[in-house]
């Protein structure tokens, strides 16, 4: 059974930083492409980065770009988003999430994505 744990979410100032962690077990970490989505209060659910099987190509939501940064660790098991320059906007609910399917249409689509973390709140002070 694929487990998604994420931590690391908490309560910053703006203009801080925090790092996210997303352990994954179950299934061979390699297998997946693994995004980070948030959800804030009243809102859907969007989009904020990916990194592919390897590593090798990451992806952005526009609102995040140059502010966060998207790593996996193969070894650990483990994927990470590091958030700077944090601003109150960034507050949500942060949900890892992961696809193991050979095709993706869309890696910023929540619809490729199989296995979700329980998420981790985090909230950003003015």
């Known amino acids: 059974q694929v487990q998604l744990v994420e931590s690391g979410g908490g309560l910053a100032q703006a203009g801080g930083s925090l790092r996210l962690s997303c352990a994954v077990s179950?299934?061979?970490?390699?297998?997946?492409?693994m995004a980070w989505f948030r959800q804030a209060p009243g809102k859907e659910r969007d989009f904020v980065a990916t990194?592919?099987?390897?590593?090798?190509?990451?992806e952005y939501a526009d609102s995040v770009k140059g502010r966060c940064f998207i790593s996996r660790d193969n070894a650990k098991n483990t994927a990470y988003l590091q958030m700077n320059s944090l601003k109150p906007e960034d507050t949500a609910v942060y949900y890892c999430?992961?696809?193991?399917?050979?095709?993706?249409?869309?890696?910023?689509?929540?619809?490729?994505?199989?296995?979700w973390g329980q998420g981790t709140q985090v909230t950003i002070a003015a």
């Open positions: 999430a992961a696809s193991a399917r050979l095709y993706i249409t869309s890696l910023s689509s929540s619809k490729e994505y199989d296995y």
């Open positions: 179950g299934r061979t970490f390699r297998d997946f492409a």
């Open positions: 990194i592919t099987k390897t590593g090798i190509t990451t």
